[in-house]
């Protein structure tokens, strides 16, 4: 599975000014609801319900909330760099700056475990995080999120 996949470049938003993690979530529920036609209030319940769980902060500035969500018919990602990293509760207590929300179908099962397994992959990787960091264009950020991975095999 490629990023390529589940992200699109109207996907991808470069600069996302926000100052908490529900603010995060909120304006990318916004943006997942333009992109799937699903209602914003539905897509920011699911993701504060799966954030309840536990954080989706990961760890080294990256989050990857998720959830599903029965009316959505495919896998659907969403990349925001944020302008200023916020707290997102994360693993290693480290403000969160860039932010690959995932949604998928109620059926997905491994195709929803595998889509997380290559974004968290592709996200490790130093290379496209500093690239990431290190722009504010949408399109490069696009290439550098579903650019393949020399080092790992395709998933």
């Known amino acids: 599975m490629d990023l390529s996949d589940l992200l699109s470049n109207d996907a991808v938003i470069a600069g996302l000014k926000v ?5 995060a979530i909120q304006e990318l529920s916004a943006k997942a ?3 799937t036609g699903l209602s914003e209030r539905e897509i920011f319940d699911t993701l504060l319900q799966r954030e309840r769980l536990g954080s989706t902060g990961v760890g080294h500035g990256i ?3 998720h959830g599903k969500l029965t009316r959505l018919d495919r896998l659907v990602g969403l990349f925001a760099k944020l302008e200023s990293p916020v ?3 994360s693993l290693d207590d480290q403000p ?3 932010v690959f929300l995932l949604l998928a179908p109620e059926s997905a099962g491994a195709d929803h475990l ?3 397994a290559r974004i968290a992959r592709q996200l490790r990787d130093n290379a496209v995080t500093q690239g ?3 722009t504010a264009d949408k399109k490069e950020i696009f290439e550098l999120l579903t ?3 020399a080092s790992s095999n395709a998933a």
Do not use: N, T, W, Y
Not at 19 to 23: A, V
């Open 19 to 23: 100052k908490s993690k529900k603010q």
């Open 33 to 35: 609801a333009e992109l």
């Open 63 to 65: 989050a990857i909330p």
């Open 87 to 89: 707290d997102f509760d």
């Open 96 to 98: 969160v700056d860039l």
């Open 114 to 116: 595998k889509a997380l």
């Open 132 to 134: 990431l960091r290190g």
């Open 147 to 149: 650019q393949p991975i």
